[in-house]
T-cell receptor, first 114, second 114 residues
Framework: KNQVEQSPQSLIILEGKNCTLQ??????????LRWYKQDTGRGPVSLTI?????NTKSNGRYTATLDADTKQSSLHITASQLSDSASYIC?????????????FGRGTSLIVHP | DGGITQSPKYLFRKEGQNVTLSCEQN?????MYWYRQDPGQGLRLIYY???????QKGDIAEGYSVSREKKESFPLTVTSAQKNPTAFYLC?????????????FGEGSRLTVL
C-alpha cells in the first residue's frame, strides 16, 4: 500500500529561525513529489515539485530535497516569517495504468512565533 | 482569473438531510476530484472524474454521490447515509490523470451537521 509519512506532526519556532520538515514515502512506481502549503481554512497551494532525477529545488525561502534511493524528502524553510505559519503537506504521485495517483501525507503544522 | 470556486464556504445541516457542495473550474481541466479533510488526517479521496459523464469512486465514497454533466462542474452530494459528514471538503482539478501536473484546489467548504 502506498504511504506517505511526515514528521514532525507539529513544530513551533521563533520568527527568523530556520526549520526542516521531513517526508518519507513508499509509493511505487514513483512519478513526482510535491510540497503544498495550506493556510488554516484554505485550500492547499503547491510550493515545489520534484521528479526522480532532481535532488534539490528552491522556491524563494523554501528549498526541497529528494533522495529517491532512500525515498525521503525534506522541506527547508529559511529565515521564517509569521506568514509561514501553516500546514505543509507532502504529496507523492505514483503511476497506475497510465494515471498519476497522488498519495497525501497528514501534514506538518508549523507555528511561527514573533 | 482562472481557478476553482467552491460554494458555500460554510454549511450547516440537520441529521437526515442531503446537501450538495458546488465546485466550478474555468481552467479547462479534464480531471476533477473531491477530497475530505479531518483534523490530524491527510486528505482522503471521495470521488474523481477524468472526463465528462464519467466518474470513479475513491477511498471513502460511501454516503456520497457526484455528477459530471459539464466539464467545468463537479458537484458533490453528501447524503444522509454518510455517518459522520462533519468535515472540510476540498475540490481540486488537474489537466488530466495522464498528466502529472499540479493539483489546483478550491478554498474548501466546511460542513457541520447539527
Amino acid at each position: 500500500k502506498n504511504q506517505v509519512e511526515q514528521s514532525p506532526q507539529s513544530l513551533i519556532i521563533l520568527e527568523g529561525k530556520n526549520c526542516t520538515l521531513q517526508c518519507n514515502y513508499t509509493v511505487s512506481p514513483f512519478s513526482n513529489l510535491r510540497w503544498y502549503k495550506q493556510d488554516t481554512g484554505r485550500g492547499p497551494v503547491s510550493l515545489t515539485i520534484m521528479t526522480f532525477s532532481e535532488n534539490t529545488k528552491s522556491n524563494g525561502r523554501y528549498t526541497a530535497t529528494l533522495d529517491a534511493d532512500t525515498k525521503q524528502s525534506s522541506l527547508h524553510i529559511t529565515a521564517s516569517q509569521l506568514s509561514d505559519s501553516a500546514s505543509y503537506i507532502c504529496v507523492v504521485s505514483g503511476t497506475s495504468g497510465g494515471s498519476y495517483i497522488p498519495t497525501f501525507g497528514r501534514g506538518t503544522s508549523l507555528i511561527v512565533h514573533p | 482569473d482562472g481557478g476553482i470556486t467552491q460554494s458555500p464556504k460554510y454549511l450547516f445541516r440537520k441529521e437526515g438531510q442531503n446537501v450538495t457542495l458546488s465546485c466550478e473550474q474555468n481552467l479547462n481541466h479534464d480531471a476533477m476530484y473531491w477530497y475530505r479533510q479531518d483534523p490530524g488526517q491527510g486528505l482522503r479521496l471521495i470521488y474523481y472524474s477524468q472526463i465528462v459523464n464519467d466518474f470513479q469512486k475513491g477511498d471513502i465514497a460511501e454516503g456520497y454521490s457526484v455528477s459530471r454533466e459539464k466539464k467545468e462542474s463537479f458537484p458533490l452530494t453528501v447524503t444522509s447515509a454518510q455517518k459522520n459528514p462533519t468535515a472540510f471538503y476540498l475540490c481540486a482539478s488537474n489537466p488530466g490523470l495522464g498528466n502529472p501536473g499540479e493539483l489546483f484546489f478550491g478554498e474548501g467548504s466546511r460542513l457541520t451537521v447539527l
